[in-house]
């Protein structure tokens, strides 16, 4: 029988890299430049190809092993030797798994959807494979939409996305309860208590949001030291006392600036399932209200035609409202992107939860004075802790990036005065 090594071909600067995937077993089949292993250094990862077409009768590495040129990789045997075996000699379990293997696709009845069979490796780009592994998905279940079944970073985001909306609907349908082996009142006093109404509504709306969209959060930093200046030293024209006026008024002006410029956060993804989203040309931002019956979010309609005295003064109505249970449902509805502030109570940086069906949710902590390192020097100046989680499927992470900077700039020094009119 003609047996052969494939070995590791010249990789260039490569050297003692890790293999991070297998994609090939014991006993498959495969060709001429099929993919057999990716190995990463710390500036990219590369496809290892075979070298000739064979079966292959055993496997020299695994995930986690370092290897150079020269390492061997597989042994195979000839494809010649295994096309002299004909298909007539071998017995009929053999064929009926061979039948098995050769059924490149099938369908999930479960899921109503076209997948690819796990024993063929999905053609990816080392970038498109990284992506799936830091999402936590096997690339190989991931059906392509590029030539020959190629799959692409779009498909990725899609695969999650619909196994999230699955995940979050069989919960809704078959969640089992989970049956606790002792009672509460064995350890010690207790009381049972009916759970808020609001809590119970927005229960099922968090976990929507938290199932059906893959969340990323970016923290940063905005030096307020100049708006808080101006802020505190604004007074009425007509009575002469000084305006209370709370830092949400000026997030909330400075949010809706940000949103012009970057469309893409003021989006809504309920169509995403048909490949498609909804570009809002309203600016309505929601207000996270703490009350005594739950969270509720109001919207602060068209807050970009507004100044920042009717901003905080509407900010106060919508709240009291939402307290009194007196705010119209449909206000609850239809908004642009959503605030929360812990800023009057304490913390720093958190991870919120997406308002559904908007696409990215902007954290506020408490603004806290800090030393920091400007013109050569260290300076005290007043910082706030910004955390913006956004859907990773519309928004990819320099775009955040960019938002946060762009929004950090508007509650600077060179916008405070502007945002006020």
Same mark, same amino acid.
Request: aromatic residues 6%; proline residues 4%; contains cysteine.
């Given at each position: /029988?003609?047996?052969k090594d494939i070995?590791?071909p010249?990789?260039?600067?490569?050297? %003692?890299?890790e293999v991070?995937?297998?994609l090939? !077993?014991k006993g498959? !089949? $495969?060709k001429?430049n099929?993919?057999? $292993?990716?190995?990463e250094?710390?500036?990219?990862s590369?496809?290892?190809?075979s070298?000739?077409?064979?079966?292959? $009768?055993?496997?020299?590495?695994k995930?986690g092993?370092?290897?150079?040129? =020269?390492d061997k990789?597989?042994?195979i045997?000839?494809?010649?030797?295994?096309?002299d075996?004909?298909?007539?000699?071998?017995p009929?379990s053999?064929?009926?798994?061979?039948n !098995?293997?050769?059924?490149?696709k099938?369908?999930n009845?479960?899921?109503n $959807?076209i997948?690819?069979?796990?024993?063929?490796?999905?053609? #990816?780009?080392?970038?498109? *494979?990284k992506?799936?592994?830091?999402? =936590?998905?096997?690339?190989?279940?991931?059906?392509?939409?590029?030539?020959?079944? *190629?799959v692409t970073?779009?498909?990725v985001? &899609?695969?999650v996305a619909t196994?999230?909306?699955k995940?979050?609907?069989?919960q809704?349908t078959t969640?089992k309860?989970?049956?606790l082996?002792?009672?509460?009142?064995?350890?010690g006093e207790?009381?049972?208590?009916?759970?808020?109404?609001?809590?119970?509504?927005?229960s099922?709306?968090?976990?929507?949001?938290?199932?059906?969209?893959?969340?990323? +959060?970016n923290?940063?930093? #905005?030096?307020?030291?100049?708006?808080?200046?101006?802020?505190?030293?604004?007074t009425?024209v007509y009575t002469? @006392?000084?305006?209370?006026i709370?830092?949400?008024?000026?997030?909330?002006?400075?949010?809706?600036?940000?949103l012009?410029?970057?469309?893409?956060?003021?989006t809504?993804i309920?169509?995403?399932?048909n490949?498609? /989203?909804?570009?809002?040309?309203?600016y309505?931002?929601?207000? #996270?209200?703490?009350?005594?019956?739950?969270?509720?979010?109001?919207?602060l309609?068209n807050a %970009?035609? @507004?100044?920042?005295?009717?901003i905080?003064t509407?900010?106060?109505?919508?709240?009291?409202?939402?307290?009194?249970?007196?705010?119209d449902? !449909?206000?609850l509805?239809g908004?642009?992107?959503?605030i929360?502030s812990? =800023?009057?109570?304490?913390?720093?940086f958190?991870?919120?939860?997406?308002?559904?069906?908007?696409v990215a949710i902007?954290?506020? =902590?408490r603004a806290?004075k800090?030393?920091?390192? /400007?013109?050569?020097?260290?300076?005290t100046? +007043?910082m &706030?802790?910004?955390?913006l989680?956004?859907d990773? *499927?519309?928004?990819?992470?320099a775009? #955040?990036?960019?938002?946060n900077?762009d929004?950090?700039?508007?509650?600077? @020094?060179n916008?405070?005065y @502007?945002?006020?009119?």
């Amino acid at each position: /029988m003609s047996k052969k090594d494939i070995k590791v071909p010249n990789i260039g600067e490569f050297k %003692d890299v890790e293999v991070i995937e297998v994609l090939i !077993k014991k006993g498959q !089949k $495969i060709k001429k430049n099929d993919p057999l $292993i990716t190995i990463e250094s710390d500036k990219s990862s590369v496809e290892i190809p075979s070298s000739d077409d064979g079966t292959i $009768i055993s496997l020299n590495v695994k995930i986690g092993d370092k290897v150079s040129e =020269g390492d061997k990789i597989i042994e195979i045997e000839s494809e010649k030797e295994i096309k002299d075996t004909s298909a007539q000699e071998l017995p009929k379990s053999q064929l009926l798994k061979e039948n !098995k293997k050769n059924d490149v696709k099938k369908t999930n009845e479960s899921e109503n $959807i076209i997948v690819k069979d796990f024993s063929t490796k999905a053609s #990816a780009s080392p970038k498109v *494979r990284k992506f799936a592994r830091e999402l =936590g998905v096997n690339i190989n279940k991931v059906p392509g939409s590029e030539r020959q079944g *190629r799959v692409t970073e779009s498909d990725v985001k &899609l695969f999650v996305a619909t196994k999230s909306d699955k995940s979050f609907k069989d919960q809704n349908t078959t969640e089992k309860k989970i049956e606790l082996e002792y009672s509460h009142s064995d350890f010690g006093e207790v009381d049972i208590k009916d759970i808020p109404r609001v809590k119970k509504l927005s229960s099922k709306y968090l976990m929507n949001s938290w199932t059906k969209i893959p969340h990323v +959060t970016n923290h940063d930093e #905005a030096d307020i030291t100049e708006l808080e200046e101006f802020r505190t030293s604004l007074t009425d024209v007509y009575t002469g @006392k000084k305006k209370k006026i709370t830092p949400l008024a000026f997030i909330v002006k400075a949010l809706t600036t940000s949103l012009k410029k970057f469309p893409n956060f003021n989006t809504s993804i309920d169509q995403i399932e048909n490949g498609k /989203m909804t570009v809002k040309k309203y600016y309505h931002v929601g207000i #996270a209200v703490d009350t005594p019956h739950g969270l509720m979010v109001p919207k602060l309609r068209n807050a %970009d035609n @507004k100044n920042i005295s009717l901003i905080s003064t509407e900010l106060k109505k919508i709240s009291q409202q939402c307290r009194d249970l007196k705010i119209d449902k !449909k206000e609850l509805f239809g908004g642009s992107m959503t605030i929360t502030s812990l =800023g009057g109570i304490g913390g720093s940086f958190f991870t919120p939860i997406i308002n559904y069906p908007e696409v990215a949710i902007l954290g506020v =902590g408490r603004a806290e004075k800090k030393q920091v390192f /400007m013109d050569g020097k260290f300076v005290t100046r +007043t910082m &706030l802790p910004l955390s913006l989680s956004y859907d990773h *499927r519309i928004i990819d992470g320099a775009e #955040a990036a960019r938002f946060n900077n762009d929004l950090k700039e508007n509650l600077g @020094k060179n916008f405070a005065y @502007k945002l006020a009119v």
